[in-house]
């Protein structure tokens, strides 16, 4: 079973910052959190991932909570490009992705 | 992307007959995966290889063998295709090693099975 738990969907306006949340809270200190997301019928593509830090990187910023039982995805200025299924997961090194069913995120013009 | 091809992308076949999908990848990267999508249940691990020869079972691998005789070649073979098949097969490989690696995922195979 997929141990985060996110929304199912969630709409944003064009232009502004899409903020994603995940709820993680069985995690244990070597997991590392990261996020993918699926455009549809293309394979996920990998967003970027944290330990414990805040992290940014070109396409989004990953600001985890100081006790990591939550995380919060944002992409700064969403556009319609950015609509697609966004998957949470929790890994330690080369342990599989166990992908839950993620946010459907729809970015309205 | 990786240097991850799938072939072939679409594939219809007749439940009964055989089905081999090729995964390859260009850089040499160590672990390789098979997954399945079908709507309502997300992505679910087949198979996965952490080397030549060496692979192991993820929580689908029923009615589905895996090969890794060279580095560079994943495949996955369905030795008698049942319509439960049908779905959408994507492969992956993991960037490096160590306790942490994002994974890069292929285009996709779409496999039919009447």
């Known amino acids: 079973d997929a141990k985060t738990t996110q929304p199912p969907s969630m709409d944003c306006a064009e232009g502004r910052a899409a903020n994603l949340p995940c709820n993680h809270s069985t995690i244990s200190g070597n997991e590392y959190v990261y996020w993918y997301r699926q455009i549809h019928s293309q394979g996920p593509q990998y967003i970027i991932h944290g330990l414990k830090n805040n992290e940014t990187n070109e396409m989004a910023s990953l600001i985890i909570t100081e006790d990591r039982k939550s995380s919060t995805l944002i992409l700064p200025h969403a556009t319609l490009r950015d609509t697609a299924v966004y998957y949470c997961?929790?890994?330690?090194?080369?342990?599989?992705?166990?992908f839950g069913k993620g946010t459907r995120l729809h970015i309205l013009p | 992307d990786a240097g991850i091809t799938q072939s072939p992308r679409h594939k219809v076949t007749e439940t009964g007959t055989p089905v081999t999908l090729r995964c390859h990848q260009t850089e040499n990267h160590r672990y390789m995966y098979w997954y399945r999508q079908d709507p309502g249940h997300g992505l679910r691990l087949i198979h996965y290889s952490y080397g030549v020869k060496d692979t192991d079972k993820g929580e689908v691998s029923d009615g589905y063998s895996v090969s890794r005789s060279k580095t560079e070649d994943f495949l996955l073979t369905l030795e008698s295709a049942t319509s439960s098949q049908t779905s959408v097969y994507f492969c992956a490989i993991s960037l490096g090693s160590g306790p942490y690696n994002e994974q890069f995922f292929g285009p996709g195979t779409r496999l039919t099975v009447l």
């Open positions: 997961i929790v890994r330690v090194g080369d342990d599989k992705i166990i």
